[in-house]
């Protein structure tokens, strides 16, 4: 896949345009879902999300690119399922109940424990891939890196979204799960209204998933 190549982009920019949306949160949730060109029109916005996330400039976007691309993004959370997922689920709660670990290791494996009977084998790492697709298309709008960039790491990560995940709800349950494990306020829930969009997604005759002839659902 070469999205450099403008009859492949053209082809692809339905499903990336999804994949963006799910990046978004907050009450602009669906304004953005139903009119995706405006996720990246205000250069003010686009700061204001890197700054939220802690990528200040070109070189700490292309150290967070260059993590996902690795697959190192998935080390944490896959050492953390692999010990609970020997446990049996007497174990895990006996575990869980016990340990005394930061505020915010604890909240990980508490998300780790509630999902692992629902994910994919690939775990979080749609999450991740998504996440860089739409750094990668803020960090052009900025000017952090080229289009060429730009398109070359979405062109190996979009790949291994395809090939991890069987359907259009697999991957929004890990992007649910994804924004549980790394929520800032420690929250085993999603905003509402990033809930109900996932739901609408899923569900509306007017989801722009149906535009993306990828997966059923």
């Known amino acids: 896949m070469d999205l450099n190549v403008s009859v492949d982009r053209e082809q692809w920019t339905p499903f ?38 802690g990528i200040e400039d ?42 005394k670990l ?17 994910m994919p084998s690939s775990g979080i790492k749609g999450y991740y891939y998504g996440l860089s697709i739409f750094y990668a298309y ?14 070359d790491h979405i062109s190996l990560v979009l790949p291994k979204i395809l090939a991890s995940y069987a359907s ?10 994804g924004q549980m494990y790394h929520s800032s306020t420690l929250s085993r829930d999603i905003p509402v209204y990033n809930k109900n969009m996932m739901i609408k997604l899923l569900t509306s005759p007017r989801s722009p998933i149906l535009k993306t002839g990828v997966w059923s659902s």
Request: with cysteine; hydrophobic share 35%; aromatic share 12%.
């Open 102 to 118: 930061a505020p915010e290791k604890m909240h990980r494996l508490h998300v780790v424990n509630d999902s692992i009977m629902q």
């Open 16 to 53: 990336l345009n999804v994949i963006n949306s799910l990046c978004i949160v907050g009450e602009n949730t669906e304004y953005f879902t139903m009119n995706p060109e405006r996720i990246f029109s205000s250069s003010y916005s686009c700061k204001q999300i890197f700054t939220q996330y």
């Open 138 to 151: 803020i960090g052009e709008t900025l000017k952090y890196i080229d289009e060429k960039d730009k398109w």
């Open 58 to 99: 070109a070189e700490s976007l292309t150290n967070f690119l260059t993590w996902v691309k690795d697959d190192s993004c998935c080390e944490e959370y896959e050492e953390i399922r692999n010990r609970l997922s020997v446990m049996s689920q007497e174990e895990r709660s006996a575990f869980l109940r016990l340990s």
């Open 168 to 177: 259009w709800r697999e991957l929004i349950h890990v992007f649910q799960v």
